[in-house]
Each structure stands twice: as C-alpha cells, then as structure tokens.
C-alpha cells in the first residue's frame, strides 16, 4: 500500500510516465495526509518489472523543513529464491511431517493427550508403501534420561519449538510465504519530524489514446456543432486517483531500460604463477561438452579462455561450469567441511578430479563446479557406467555448508542430468550410505526423482550399507 497519493502524472505515447506523489508524513502522529505510514518512513510499492525505472530516477525531497536519510529497496529475488534461505521447508500437503524433520537437532516440547515430552528432535520415521499413515514415528532424545523415545505423529496435539532459532525460522518462512511475488517496496527514510515529502519517478505506463466526437445539435433554429476529443488513459495502480494533475504528451522522448536492479558482481582475473605447461585454449559447449571440444595449436600460446558455462539460480547469480585446477583446493575444503566423509574419501575425492582434469572433455569422469562470484561453493562428478548402455553414475555432489539449502545441490543435480540426457542417458545412478547420518542426502535424492533399487548390507562397514537409487531421465 502506497503512503504517499499521487498529485501529478505526464503520460507520453511511448510507454513510459512520470509520476509525482506528495503528502505530509509526520513521525510523532504516524500519519500521512491521506493514509497511515509507520515513523520516519513512507512506503510505495511497485511492480517488479518496474524497478530498473524506478532506481534509475526516482528523487525524493521535502518542501519547508525536513530531511530524507535515504531510500531502501526489497531484494531481487523472487519468493522461491527467499524461502530456500530458510532451514525450514514446508510443502502444502505434508507441512507437519515437514517441520518434524527440519527441526531435527532442535530443542522442542510434545504435547500429546496422555504426557508432555521435552527433548531434541531426532527425526521422522515415514512409513512404508503398505503401512497406514498413522505409522509415521516422531524419535526425541531425552537428555535427562539418555534415552530415545518414539510417539505417533498422529498423536501430536501441540509441538512448542524450544529453540528460538527454530521459531524464528519457521516466521520468516511463514512470513516470506504471503510475500506478493511480484511487488517490491521502497521505503523512503526521514529525520524525525512532520515533512513535506515530494517523490517522483518514471515508470511503464500503457500509452494513452485519443478517441474524438462529433456533435450536432440545434441551437435558435441554427445548426450547432461541437468537435469533441477525449483523452483514454489507463489506471494500473492499486488504488483510487483523486485530485490528479493530468498531461497529456504526444511526443516520444528517447526511452531506456537500465538494469540496476539485478546485482552485478564483475569477474577478476586471477594472478598465478607462470604455467610451467604448453598454453592451450579449450572452448567447452555446455549444451554439448562431449563433441564440441576442440584444441588449437601450442605455437599460438593464447590465454586460457573461459568455457562457455550457465547461469543459474533464481536470480542469475550461480555459474556452473567445467571444473578448473584452481577449483580443487576449495572442491576438497568444503567436502571436508560437511562432516559427512571420511579422510579416505576426501582423498578419493582429490583424486577423482585430478582424473578430471587430466582427462578434459575426453576422460570419464565429467566434472563441473558451482560458482558464486569466483568462489566455487559446489561440485558435481559423473560419467557413464561400464559395459551398460545410456546408463551413468552421479559419483561426487556436494555444496559448500554455508549455501547448503539454497538450491544449489538442485541446480547441479539437473544441470548434470540435462546433459546426460543429451548424451543419449536413460538411467542415472546414485550410489550413498545407509548410515544415518546420511538420511538428509537420500531425501534429497528422494526430492529429485531418485527410487531405491537395491541395498546392500554391510557393504561400507558393519552396519554400514550400500544404498542404489536410481532415476529414469
């Protein structure tokens, strides 16, 4: 809801105007002149496509005292992009089995219709394809008795979240849920004080028309004529225009579209030490990186070139492309950060992309990073499966800890899978431990389309197996 009203508009025939609100805000009664406004703040909303107009010239200044601090501006990024921030996940047909399981580690109190329960959510057992829903098993560790007690979901009548952090989580996602998806707001600060604020800014506007009446009529026994023309203009805002001062312009002035909403961060080059190799430039097709690799002579010794890679993401903001040497450091870093692999396996995974980028497009392993600005932030491995047809192992994904439930894993997940369905694949395998430390990555596979098909006992360590999914491309 706007808190200033509009006082002035200048249609053109190009489909832009300009627009100019005006009203009293005043910090110490909260009131504008015409509708409520929160202190030292005035709020106007505008629809997302019309914000690269908006911050290339919007102006804000009062008349007769008063001061602007400064303008704020909601983020880009849509309700998807926000609502993956949150370590809450709620879907619409199974939101208590959802918070149940992202609460895990949390500290909560059950309330069932026989006992209160108070301990740290340890997670949710689902039940089976032929068991009733009612079998789905909530597991709370009780510290004070160092013990695991299980309850029915369906007995739940209330769950207090404990963890303040846990609460806070659920708000914001809760919260982000009723975001209009595509208005953004711009609050403008002042000084405390009552002001006479003045903002103006150019917006898209649909072109006005012009539509014209001929009238006869008879007036003393004479005939009488009036040539009327009437100027048609659109009211695209969510509210009522009163007391408008209104032109009309048929002029077309020169018009452009600035993209200053979207954040830019430009890529810089790298520094290193003389490579003590042949110089060989190697351009990738993403959409192709199996046949479209080429290389060019030693003798013309030109800089490495960037491959041809995709931006990704909600907001544009993630570059997936081939894996590069200076990758592996931070690849290794942040596996080793997750906690979920053993020494011996963050060594695999080293030598899984020195394999990589030995190899280059003509090896087996295909292996391509996520980047954020430069910093790599995930890591996607595969390549086809011996002695099968249109089949292929996903041997390594991981996202860095601190861009974990963003999207990330997603992304790559398809990325991968687009190009191997390029490639002629018909089945993609995953192959992960049992153990229950890794329940979160078999929901995520699970999320992604991916069906256990075997399990093998044992088969990493005692107690330890192997599960095989599998997903048809």
Not at 233 to 256: I, Q, R, W, Y
Request: net charge neutral; proline share 6%.
């Amino acid at each position: 809801m706007n808190t200033l009203p509009i006082v002035k508009m200048t249609l053109y025939k190009h489909g832009v105007g300009f627009y100019q609100r005006r009203g009293t805000v005043d910090t110490d009664t909260s009131s504008t002149a015409s509708t409520a406004s929160t202190a030292s703040m005035a709020s106007l909303q505008f629809r997302r496509d019309e914000m690269n107009d908006i911050l290339k010239s919007l102006t804000a200044f009062t008349v007769g005292g008063g001061q602007v601090l400064g303008m704020d501006y909601a983020t880009p990024e849509d309700k998807a992009a926000l609502l993956a921030r949150s370590s809450i996940q709620l879907s619409d047909g199974a939101s208590l089995r959802d918070l149940l399981r992202d609460v895990r580690g949390r500290a909560v109190e059950v309330i069932t219709a026989g006992e209160t329960l108070a301990g740290i959510a340890v997670g949710v057992d689902l039940p089976g394809k032929r068991e009733p829903l009612t079998a789905t098993l909530l597991s709370i560790f009780v510290p004070g008795q160092a013990a695991v007690r299980t309850l029915p979901v369906s007995d739940i009548r209330q769950l207090n979240l404990v963890d303040a952090r846990a609460a806070g989580d659920l708000a914001y996602f809760l919260d982000t849920s009723l975001m209009e998806d595509e208005k953004r707001s711009v609050t403008v600060r002042l000084a405390p004080g009552p002001s006479d604020l003045v903002v103006s800014y150019i917006a898209p506007s649909p072109i006005w028309r012009v539509s014209y009446r001929l009238v006869a009529d008879e007036q003393d026994g004479k005939p009488l004529s009036l040539l009327q023309g009437w100027g048609l203009f659109d009211n695209t805002f969510d509210e009522d225009l009163e007391n408008v001062h209104l032109t009309f312009v048929a002029g077309m002035p020169v018009s452009f579209i600035y993209d200053l909403y979207t954040p830019f961060t430009p890529e810089r080059p790298v520094v290193r030490e003389e490579a003590r190799a042949v110089a060989v430039e190697r351009w990738i097709d993403v959409k192709d990186p199996f046949n479209a690799a080429r290389r060019l002579p030693a003798a013309r010794r030109l800089p490495a070139a960037r491959p041809r890679a995709e931006r990704l993401g909600p907001a544009g903001d993630v570059l997936i492309r081939v894996t590069r040497a200076e990758d592996r450091g931070p690849i290794l870093a942040f596996i080793e950060a997750t906690g979920f692999f053993r020494p011996n396996e963050v060594a695999v995974a080293g030598e899984v992309v020195d394999a990589a980028l030995g190899a280059g497009p003509e090896g087996h392993y295909q292996s391509f990073t996520a980047v954020a600005g430069r910093r790599p932030i995930g890591w996607i491995c595969y390549g086809p499966t011996p002695c099968t047809a249109g089949t292929f192992d996903i041997y390594w994904i991981a996202v860095a800890p601190e861009r974990q439930r963003h999207g990330i894993g997603r992304l790559l997940l398809a990325f991968a899978e687009r190009l191997l369905a390029a490639r002629g694949g018909r089945l993609a395998v995953v192959e992960t431990a049992g153990r229950d430390a890794y329940a979160p990555t078999r929901a995520f596979y699970a999320r992604c389309g991916y069906e256990a098909a075997a399990r093998l006992p044992d088969f990493y360590d005692e107690g330890d197996d192997k599960i095989v999914l599998v997903k048809r491309l």
